[in-house]
């Protein structure tokens, strides 16, 4: 590895030819409990219509094996809100803590700054330090505390909420 990122993972962006690998890979962040509220990955037709198409990422190994995505969601219809988005990244057990949730995150922040979103917006579980600080490592920064926020698999859980803000796109003069 070089500098946290993993040598041979390439990053492509996300087909319908991967449905089954991401859901299987979210379902097994679903499974640990402390990845997010949801308690069973959706259909891919529900994963499709909630997700915007721009941006949508794998990470392929050297055999072309998807072992990690990320995708945003749009944080609000209203247009004032459109370059806000929040985002989910998933890595396969067997590829974490080698640099693919990195090297994903980069990825995305590249598409969404081309695109002129000027936030991504994480909400994470406080007990969930290694995605903590994978969004600290690439420019995300705390800005709240859900205290109590929701009750899964029959415990109050808590979230910390992150975003990152681009230093390049969203000046602040939108006119829409």
């Not at 909630?50 to 990422?57: A, C, M, S, Y």
């Amino acid at each position: 590895m070089s500098g946290g990122i993993t040598r041979g993972i390439t990053i492509r962006a996300m087909t319908p030819s991967d449905a089954d690998t991401v859901l299987r890979i979210y379902q097994q962040g679903i499974d640990t409990g402390e990845a997010t509220f949801e308690t069973r990955a959706p259909s891919w037709e529900e994963f499709d219509a909630r997700r915007l198409p721009g941006h949508r990422l794998v990470a392929v190994d050297p055999d072309d094996a998807v072992v990690g995505w990320v995708a945003v969601s749009p944080y609000s219809s209203r247009p004032v809100y459109a370059g806000v988005v929040e985002h989910g990244v998933y890595v396969d057990p067997d590829a974490r803590g080698k640099g693919v949730g990195t090297t994903l995150m980069r990825a995305l922040i590249g598409s969404t700054e081309a695109a002129g979103v000027w936030t991504i917006q994480a909400g994470v579980f406080p007990e969930n330090k290694s995605s903590i600080s994978l969004h600290r490592s690439v420019g995300f920064r705390e800005v709240g505390f859900r205290e109590r926020i929701a009750c899964h698999y029959g415990r109050w859980r808590d979230v910390v909420l992150l975003e990152r803000r681009s230093p390049v796109a969203g000046n602040g003069n939108r006119t829409e």
